[in-house]
C-alpha cells in the first residue's frame, strides 16, 4: 500500500475511536534500538516508546532472537496444557515480587485483562464487592477498570459499577486539599479512612493505585503515601492492588516494581506493556492467599501463550544481564537533571516529576494559577515531531508531557534528547505569538 492508501484506510475502516496523535497522523514503518523510522524512511528518537512499552529497545536482537526460535517451535497450545515458557516465565517472575510473596501468577493478554483478574481475585479473596481507586487514574478500558479509571475522557458513557469508590490521589503540585508537602500530613492518605467510612459498607475488598499515575501524567505521590493508605484499607478488611502496568520491571528506576520506592508489599501486582517489550502479555501476581481463592473455572485462550511467555522471560533475563535496574536509576538521574534545567529556561514548565526513567513535565500558563497550557503542549508535541523527538502527552487536563526511553538508553540519548526538547520548545508560542 502507498502512504496515502494506509492513511486512507486506517481513517475508513478503523473505529474512529482509534485516535492518532499530531494534525497529521505519523505513519510508522519501522524501528530499532530508540528509533523509529517513518514511512519516509526519517528517523525519530523515541522517548516515550509505545507507551512505556518498549523497555528494551525496539526490535531488541536478544529478545528477538528467542521469539523467533519459539515460533517455529510451538506457537499456541492454550492453557489446558501445560508448557515449558509459562513455567519459566512464572517461576522468575516469583523471584522478583516484593518480600517474596507474591508467587503466582495469571497470564492475559494486557493491562486492562490483569486488572479485571486482580479485581475478580479481590473479591473473591475477601467476599466483599467494594473497591478505592484513586481519581486521575487509568486501569483499562473494560466494563470494570473504566469504572476504576479517575478521568472522565477515558471513561465512555454508561460505563459505571457500583461499590467503586475514588479517593483524592496525591498530586502535591495541584494538593486537593490546597495544602503543601510535608505540612500537609499527607492529608490525602489519611482521607481514605473517611472515604470508607462514608461512602462504602465498611469492609471493603481492595484499594487499587498505580505508584505513579502514568495517564494522570506521572502523578508522583510523597514517599510516606502508600504505606498509610495499606495500613487503613488493611484494617478495613481490603487489599492492596499496585497496577504496575507502566512502573514495574525497573522503570522507576534499582527496583523491579515501582511500590518498592514506597516500602510496601501489596497481596497483588498487575503488569503488562514493558513486560512484553512490544509482545502482547498481562500479568497479575498474587500471594498463594488471595490466588488460591479465586475457585472456579476462569480461562485466557492467549494468556500464558508460548511466544509471549518466551519474549517476555528474554526481556526479564535481559534487564537483569545488562543491569538495566542500576541504569534507569543513574540515566533517569540525569535525565531529570536536563529537565531541570530545561525548567530554570522556560516558565512554561511548572513542575517537573518522576521516578527513574519516568520523567514527566507539568506545562503551565503561569506559574504562580497554574493554569494548564493546553495549547502549548499540543504545539510542543508538534515541534517534537518536527525535530525528529517522540514524546508522550498525558494528564487529565492535556498538559503534561510523558518522557519515558527504553531502560537501555545512555546519557548521549540523554543529551541528544534535551538537544531538540531545548529547541522544541524554543519554537513554542503558546498560541500568543510570543515565545514560551
Ligand atoms: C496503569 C495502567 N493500567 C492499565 C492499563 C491498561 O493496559 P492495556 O492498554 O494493555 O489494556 C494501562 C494502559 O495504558 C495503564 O497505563
Not at 254 to 283: H, M, R
Request: glycine fraction near 10%.
Amino acid at each position: 500500500m502507498t502512504k496515502d492508501e494506509i492513511l486512507l484506510a486506517s481513517q475508513d475502516y478503523l473505529f474512529p475511536a482509534v485516535f492518532h496523535y499530531y494534525k497529521e497522523p505519523l505513519l510508522i514503518a519501522r524501528a530499532k534500538d530508540q528509533f523509529v523510522y517513518d514511512a519516509d524512511g526519517r528517523a525519530y528518537l523515541d522517548f516515550f516508546g509505545g507507551i512505556l512499552t518498549i523497555s528494551v529497545g525496539h526490535c531488541n536482537d536478544k529478545v528477538n532472537a528467542q521469539i523467533h526460535r519459539q515460533v517455529d517451535t510451538l506457537q499456541h497450545v492454550s492453557t489446558v496444557f501445560v508448557t515449558e515458557p509459562q513455567a519459566a516465565l512464572a517461576k522468575k517472575i516469583a523471584s522478583l515480587t516484593p518480600g517474596g510473596r507474591l508467587t503466582k501468577s495469571f497470564f492475559t493478554n494486557s493491562g486492562t485483562e490483569a486488572n479485571e483478574t486482580a479485581i475478580m481475585a479481590a473479591r473473591c479473596y475477601t467476599g466483599s464487592s467494594e473497591i478505592i481507586a484513586l481519581r486521575h487514574s487509568y486501569h483499562g478500558r473494560s466494563a470494570v477498570t473504566m469504572a476504576l479509571t479517575g478521568q472522565a475522557a477515558w471513561r465512555m458513557p454508561g460505563a459505571v459499577q457500583p461499590g467503586i469508590v475514588h479517593a483524592h490521589n496525591a498530586y502535591c503540585y495541584r494538593c486537593p486539599f490546597g495544602l503543601t508537602y510535608p505540612s500537609c500530613g499527607v492529608r490525602c492518605a489519611e482521607d481514605v479512612e473517611e472515604l470508607i467510612r462514608s461512602s462504602t459498607s465498611g469492609r471493603v475488598a481492595g484499594f487499587i493505585a498505580e505508584p505513579i499515575q502514568g495517564v494522570g501524567g506521572f502523578i508522583t505521590p510523597p514517599k510516606e503515601y502508600f504505606a498509610i493508605v495499606a495500613g487503613i484499607v488493611r484494617n478495613y478488611g481490603g487489599i492492596f492492588i499496585s497496577d504496575e502496568v507502566q512502573t514495574a520491571w525497573g522503570r522507576t528506576g534499582s527496583k523491579w516494581f515501582g511500590i518498592e520506592q514506597y516500602g510496601v508489599t501489596p497481596d497483588v501486582i498487575t503488569s503488562a506493556k514493558g513486560l512484553g517489550n512490544g509482545c502482547p502479555i498481562g500479568v497479575t501476581v498474587a500471594t498463594p492467599e488471595v490466588a488460591d481463592s479465586v475457585k472456579g473455572l476462569t480461562i485466557s485462550t492467549f494468556g500464558g501463550n508460548p511466544v509471549t511467555t518466551t519474549a517476555a522471560k528474554a526481556v526479564l533475563d535481559l534487564i537483569d544481564e545488562e543491569n538495566l535496574l542500576a541504569n534507569a536509576a543513574e540515566t533517569g538521574a540525569y535525565l531529570r537533571g536536563t529537565l531541570e534545567e530545561l525548567q530554570a529556561k522556560y516558565a512554561v514548565i511548572g513542575d517537573v516529576r518522576g521516578m527513574g526513567l519516568m520523567q514527566a513535565i507539568e506545562l503551565v500558563e503561569d506559574r504562580q494559577t497554574k493554569a494548564p497550557a493546553v495549547r502549548a503542549t499540543a504545539e510542543l508535541m508538534e515541534a517534537a515531531r518536527r525535530n525528529g523527538l517522540l514524546l508522550g502527552k498525558g494528564g487529565m487536563y492535556g498538559n503534561c508531557i510523558r518522557i519515558s526511553p527504553p531502560l537501555n538508553v545512555s546519557k548521549s540519548d540523554v543529551d541528544e534528547f534535551a538537544r531538540l526538547l531545548d529547541a522544541s520548545l524554543g519554537e513554542c508560542t503558546n498560541g500568543t505569538g510570543s515565545r514560551l
